[in-house]
């Protein structure tokens, strides 16, 4: 059965960085995506980045240029470098993995996403 990890959240001030990482165990990547989505108190879950299998990935515009997700192949784990990260970012990070899906797509909808982490707190404040 697969399962995913989180781990790397914390607290850091505005314009700090924190890697998170997503460990994936118990099963294959492919033919999948990973996705990081995120959820502030109050507010709707929300897709951050994704990288899918063909290591085509896709980025939220709200973090476009800040952070940075990549896959290691052989162990179908996924982490995500957070940088001049500021308070807005707050929540709590989930990692995703994907329903099978066609080469050329990237999914993005929380319903394409059959397997979940169980989260990590990243706080940013002064």
């Known amino acids: 059965q697969v399962q995913l990890t989180e781990s790397g959240g914390g607290s850091v001030q505005p314009g700090g960085s924190l890697r998170l990482s997503c460990v994936n165990s118990?099963?294959?990547?492919?033919?999948?995506?990973v996705a990081w989505f995120r959820q502030a108190p109050g507010k709707d879950r929300e897709i951050v980045g994704a990288?899918?299998?063909?290591?085509?990935?896709y980025y939220a515009d709200s973090v476009t240029g800040r952070f940075t997700i990549t896959l290691e192949r052989g162990t179908g784990s996924v982490y995500l470098q957070m940088t001049n990260l500021n308070p807005e970012d707050t929540a709590i990070y989930y990692c995703?993995?994907?329903?099978?899906?066609?080469?050329?797509?990237?999914?993005?909808?929380?319903?394409?996403?059959?397997?979940w982490g169980q989260g990590t707190q990243v706080t940013v404040s002064s």
């Open positions: 990288v899918s299998w063909t290591l085509r990935t």
């Open positions: 995703a993995r994907s329903r099978p899906h066609r080469e050329y797509d990237i999914p993005r909808e929380l319903p394409e996403f059959d397997t």
């Open positions: 118990g099963g294959s990547f492919g033919p999948r995506t």
